[in-house]
Every structure is written in C-alpha cells, then in structure tokens.
C-alpha cells in the first residue's frame, strides 16, 4: 500500500498568514492527489483533486501543486472558517490512503 | 440538492454484524462510483472501501479485508456496507462518499454527515 505522509502535524497561524503543508507518497503517484478540509464534527470536503485542480466552489486562495512523490497545499491570506484539518489522499491505486493530517489551529 | 444520507449505526458486541445504508439523492446514483471512509474517535481518516458505478468492482482496505463487504442497489439509490466479525478498532463513524468523476476514481466530491458504530461488550 501507499503511505502518505503529512507535515507538519499542526500549525498555528493568523488570519492573512499563507501556510504550506506538504504531502510525501511513498511512491510515484503522478497527479493522483487530492486534498480535503475537515472542520471540527463536519463531514470532510473535497478542495483540490489532481494535485492542482481546484474543485468547484472553493476559493482560490487555496493551491496545490507537486507529482510523484511531492505535493504542496497553500493557503494564501488564511481565513477564520479555514482554521481545520487538511488531509491529502493519493488516487493512484487502490486502497485509497490519506495522510494522518494537519491541523491548522489560531495563534 | 445532492445529499447523501447514512443509518444503521449503533452498538455492536465483539465479533457481531452489521449493516449501515447511505441513501443518495439529487445525481445519477447508477453513474458513480461509491465509497466508505471512517473516522475512529480523535484519529483521522481511513478509506474503507469503493464499489464501481454498476456495482461489479470492489476494493477494500486491508484492515476490513474478508469482513467488510460494500454492495449497492441502484433501482433504491442506496450503497450498503456489510460488517461482520467487529473488532474494536471498527469504532468510528462511517461516512459514505460520491466520486467526483463519474468516468475515473480521483477523488470524493460529496460526503454524508456519517454514522457512528461503536464495538464494545
């Protein structure tokens, strides 16, 4: 199976600041990649998926980037409702696998 | 308004059945490929399990592996996830999720709000 790996595990951070969180696969995945938000008690939702495709409806403030093994989520000019846990899934092959995730908390 | 609804949660004794539904609205259910995610309390997310748009392709994670079977009824627009022999690293909540795409598995674009199986005597 793919392991994937997140850091960091948490950052703290203030609204307007950009974060980057990195996701490693422990193999090439390509493009496979997909991340989601999950706030606290709510269902996960879906923000980017072949690594730089934003999904519909979500702001562009959020970017990702990377292949192979490599991949970046941004979030640029954070906002109060983005304060939550990211976590990046690779689609490459089956099973599925996510990260262990970030959580992005208020300094 | 695409709305994917899950039941049949609850308390389940070590090494018992059973069997959630995720009950979809608002898209072509037969088009899309289907998933389960869960989430045991405090941890993060665990893919589980997908089935194709007709229903002849499953997957599974290998910690459900020959206990776990994923199913669905596309004449009631409803996705099934069968568990026997519980552990207690089943407890969690169960989410069902949509594929974003209905031609390639890239990712989920809808997910249901879950329900929670706890395992324990």
């Known amino acids: 199976d793919i392991q994937m790996t997140q850091s960091p595990s948490s950052v703290s951070a203030s609204v307007g600041d950009r974060i980057t969180i990195t996701c490693r696969a422990s193999?090439?995945?390509?493009?496979?990649l997909a991340w989601y938000q999950q706030r606290p008690e709510k269902a996960p939702k879906l923000l980017i998926y072949?690594?730089?495709r934003l999904h519909s409806g979500v702001p562009s403030r959020f970017s990702g980037s990377g292949s192979g093994t490599d991949f970046t989520l941004i979030i640029s000019g954070l906002q109060p409702e983005d304060f939550a846990t990211y976590y990046c899934?690779?689609?490459?092959?089956?099973?599925?696998?996510f990260g262990q995730g970030t959580k992005v908390e208020i300094k | 308004q695409v709305q994917l609804v899950e039941s049949g949660g609850g308390v389940v004794q070590p090494g018992r059945s059973l069997r959630l539904s995720c009950a979809a609205s608002?898209?072509?259910?037969?088009?899309?490929?289907m998933h389960w995610v869960r989430q045991a309390p405090g941890k993060g997310l665990e893919w589980v399990a997908v089935?194709?748009?007709?229903?002849?392709?499953?997957y599974y994670a290998d910690s459900v592996k020959g206990r776990f079977t994923i199913s669905r009824d596309n004449s009631k627009n409803t996705l099934y996830l069968e568990m026997v022999s519980q552990r207690d690293e089943d407890t969690a909540v169960y989410h069902c999720?949509?594929?974003?795409?209905?031609?390639?598995?890239?990712?989920?674009?809808?997910w249901g709000q879950g329900t929670t199986v706890t395992v324990s005597s």
């Open positions: 999720a949509k594929e974003r795409d209905p031609r390639v598995s890239t990712s989920m674009d809808v």
């Open positions: 608002g898209f072509i259910f037969s088009s899309f490929g």
């Open positions: 089935i194709s748009h007709d229903g002849k392709k499953q």
């Open positions: 193999q090439g995945i390509g493009t496979w």
């Open positions: 072949g690594a730089s």
């Open positions: 899934q690779q689609a490459n092959s089956f099973p599925w696998t």
